[in-house]
């Protein structure tokens, strides 16, 4: 009997998830990227660089350094576009998929602490970078109601 490809699963998700946010990205009106709601809501450009932030943790502690997480004022810039966003997704998911696909069992298990000060073990940090993108996926679809839009843009529209 084989066992279950986790790491398979995974980025299989990923690639649904990035298509799925990728739709929701081109939903968001241009002049709406970066406009924040009510004086207190983060703008779509940062929620997606938000989203993207543990991409680069997880591959630099896959290859054993000890990243921080002060990579955000670079990817806000990187994501002030639609368009950047978008290639920012795509960039850093292929290479999270790549360092994922070569860690090993050991690297995957062991326990790192999350940048919340927390023990966790390495691939449930993987999972959680994963699942962030779903989170902020539906924040972008919340920010679609709010201008009036009740297209399912990840279904098709």
């Known amino acids: ?7 398979g699963y995974l ?3 990923l690639q649904g998830l990035v298509s799925m946010y990728t739709a929701d990205i081109n939903g968001i009106p241009d002049d709406k990227w970066n406009a924040t709601f009510g004086g207190c809501t983060r703008p779509a450009s940062e929620l997606v660089a938000d989203s993207l932030s543990l ?6 502690t896959i290859k054993g350094n000890s ?3 002060d990579g955000m004022d670079a990817l806000k810039a990187a994501c002030a576009t639609k368009q ?4 920012t ?10 360092a994922l696909e070569g860690a090993s069992d050991e690297t995957l298990q062991k ?3 999350a940048p919340w000060q927390m023990p966790t073990p390495l691939f449930m940090m993987c999972q959680i970078a994963v699942s962030h993108i779903w989170y902020h996926d539906g924040q972008l679809n919340y920010i679609h109601c709010m201008l009036g839009d009740d297209k399912i843009y990840w279904m098709g529209g």
């Not at 991409?55 to 630099?60: N, S």
């Not at 950047?84 to 290639?87: E, L, Q, T, W």
């Open 84 to 87: 950047g966003a978008i290639d």
């Open 11 to 13: 980025a299989g998700w």
């Open 67 to 69: 990243p921080g997480m």
């Open 89 to 98: 997704l795509n960039k850093v998911t292929v290479e999270f998929t790549e």
């Open 55 to 60: 991409f680069g943790w997880c591959v630099e």
């Open 111 to 113: 326990e790192v602490m």
């Open 1 to 7: 009997m084989q066992g279950i490809d986790a790491r």
